[in-house]
């Protein structure tokens, strides 16, 4: 079985994968060689995969952000002759959860990243006392849209620290 996770940043293609387990609304979806078509959202942003590499079993944990997956035994690509079942999944940002995984590490991006908001907010409330132009309107839209990918990149590094304690705990 073929499974390719992507997101901006990152891609990874693993072609010997042996299940992999995502939780949907409505319960916990094993997919397997020969799955039906299905295609949904991440639900739990938790993605598990399965694979036999050299007759070891591997397990991989994937922490997503607003995921989607599509499962498909005819492929997505038009001109590729495919065979077997494909899983193709897409995020905003991925986070793997291995074994070497430090949430100290993980908590240092965090306290980098909220100084990097910190210091956006500032430049945002002075800009807002500042008068209002075009051009300050314009920059007040550019201060506000690097505002809101902060804030969304901080609060998935707090849910990747949740989720690594609850998973060592």
């Known amino acids: 079985m073929l499974f390719l996770l992507s997101t901006p ?3 990874k293609l693993q072609s010997n994968t042996t299940k992999i387990k995502v939780h949907l ?3 916990i979806a094993e997919i397997l060689e020969q799955h039906q078509d299905l295609m949904g959202r991440v639900e739990n942003n938790l993605l598990e995969i399965e694979t036999n590499f050299e007759n070891k079993l591997e397990k991989f944990l994937y922490v997503l952000q607003d995921a989607v997956f599509i499962v498909s035994t005819k492929g997505l690509e038009a001109n590729i002759d495919s065979k077997g079942t494909r ?3 897409y995020a905003k940002r991925v986070r793997e959860i291995n074994s070497t995984t430090s949430i100290d590490e993980i908590g240092k991006q965090v306290e980098i990243k909220t100084l990097e908001l910190d210091k956006e907010l500032e430049k945002e409330s002075e800009k807002s006392k500042q008068s209002s132009n075009e051009g300050s309107k314009k920059t007040d839209l ?3 849209s690097r505002i809101l990918l ?3 990149e901080v609060e998935f590094l707090k849910r990747v620290i949740a989720i690594v304690k609850g998973l060592k705990g």
């Open 9 to 11: 940043e990152y891609n």
């Open 87 to 89: 899983v193709y999944v």
């Open 25 to 27: 609304r409505n319960g």
């Open 150 to 152: 902060l804030k969304d």
């Open 142 to 144: 550019i201060l506000n």
